[in-house]
T-cell receptor
Framework: KNEVEQSPQNLTAQEGEFITINCSYS?????LHWLQQHPGGGIVSLFM???GKKKHGRLIATINIQEKHSSLHITASHPRDSAVYIC??????????????FGKGTHLIIQP | DGGITQSPKYLFRKEGQNVTLSCEQN?????MYWYRQDPGQGLRLIYY???????QKGDIAEGYSVSREKKESFPLTVTSAQKNPTAFYLC?????????????FGQGTRLTVV
């Protein structure tokens, strides 16, 4: 089974700072997902990527398949970005959410 | 608006009682999933269903049961056999069980057993 490691576990930054959250995994994957969980608990899918880079607003996700590593960047961070960010990987076999392995999450706090 | 609805948001039960968590989706998704989240741990798969009237055990199915009588509904019952039922439970769905299929999550139900 894939091992998914996220770093850092906790991150506190000031509003406006550039944020980077890292995710590494141990076995080849078909796709990597970045999810956002707000204090209420609900989870929103931010990105699903299998190569290269994706951008949505102030969020950027990159993946390096050879190095088995992905990063989530937040530019011009804002207090509303405060949440838990979760990395999950889809196995090469199996599919959908039954094939997902989740990291433990990175708890991000952006202070005004 | 299409989405996944979990109810209730908070649930309290006495030890030894069975309790059923509701999950409904109007996304016309074939696949549905139940996860458990504990502090400091990643989400763990309890059960999943790829089609109506069929479901499979996930990594931590012991003490739980599910049904999938309708495409839009996938209720989870936490039975008295579950040793540590207090947790946050998340339901998800996806269009199909493919390797690059995006999953959509509900808002979760926080179950506390006293």
């Amino acid at each position: 089974k894939n091992e998914v490691e996220q770093s850092p576990q906790n991150l506190t930054a000031q509003e406006g700072e550039f944020i980077t959250i890292n995710c590494s995994y141990s076995v080849g994957i078909s796709a990597l997902h970045w999810l956002q969980q707000h204090p209420g608990g609900g989870i929103v899918s931010l990105f699903m990527l299998s190569s290269g880079k994706k951008k949505h607003g102030r969020l950027i996700a990159t993946i390096n398949i050879q190095e088995k590593h992905s990063s989530l960047h937040i530019t011009a961070s804002h207090p509303r970005d405060s949440a838990v960010y979760i990395c999950a990987v889809s196995q090469l076999s199996g599919g959908g959410a039954d094939g997902l392995t989740f990291g433990k999450g990175t708890h991000l706090i952006i202070q005004p | 608006d299409g989405g996944i609805t979990q109810s209730p948001k908070y649930l309290f039960r006495k030890e030894g009682q069975n309790v059923t968590l509701s999950c409904e989706q109007n996304l016309n998704h074939d696949a549905m999933y139940w996860y458990r989240q504990d502090p400091g741990q990643g989400l763990r798969l309890i059960y999943y269903s790829q089609i109506v009237n069929d479901f499979q055990k996930g990594d931590i199915a012991e003490g739980y049961s599910v049904s999938r009588e309708k495409k839009e509904s996938f209720p989870l019952t936490v039975t008295s056999a579950q040793k540590n039922p207090t947790a946050f439970y998340l339901c998800a769905s996806s269009m199909a069980a493919g390797p690059r299929t995006e999953a959509f999550f509900g808002q979760g139900t926080r179950l506390t057993v006293v």
